[in-house]
């Protein structure tokens, strides 16, 4: 179990350092988009802060994942763009569903790896 929870957190660590400095330097040619994607992407790119913060964070967050630091509280900040990018492969671009799969497993797994961390805060507070 140790060592699979140790693959699973550098491997979702890479995934999110690699492709979150990617969207910094670009060194990963990003291959043409669906139309219903393009029109998605165009609308956050608008917004001129959405894409420097989701890439900040998923550096930040691969790092932190690599260095064994804040993982649980990691994998919650990371929770909700696993959940996006689940989610825009399966309704936009399923080419890329398979590494989304990937993407959502490993964290389904880390984050019941360390289910004790989250304990606390799922118990409903007594009146």
């Known amino acids: 179990m140790k060592k699979g929870v140790l693959i699973s957190r550098v491997l979702l660590g890479l995934i999110f350092f690699v492709f979150g400095l990617n969207g910094f330097l670009n060194f990963i040619p990003q291959p043409p988009l669906p139309e219903r994607m393009q029109t998605f992407m165009n609308g956050m790119m608008v917004t001129t802060y959405f894409f420097p913060l989701l890439?900040?964070?998923?550096?930040?967050?691969?790092?932190?994942?690599?260095?064994?630091?804040?993982?649980?509280l990691t994998l919650v900040i990371l929770a909700s763009i696993t959940i996006n990018i689940f989610m825009v492969h399966a309704f936009m671009a399923p080419e890329g569903?398979?590494?989304?799969?990937?993407?959502?497993?490993?964290?389904?797994?880390?984050?019941?790896?360390?289910?004790?961390?989250?304990?606390?805060?799922?118990?409903?507070?007594?009146?």
């Open 55 to 72: 890439k900040g964070t998923e550096t930040i967050c691969g790092l932190l994942l690599l260095g064994n630091l804040f993982v649980p």
């Open 97 to 127: 569903m398979p590494v989304a799969i990937v993407v959502l497993a490993l964290h389904v797994f880390l984050m019941w790896a360390h289910r004790s961390a989250y304990q606390p805060m799922l118990r409903a507070k007594q009146p």
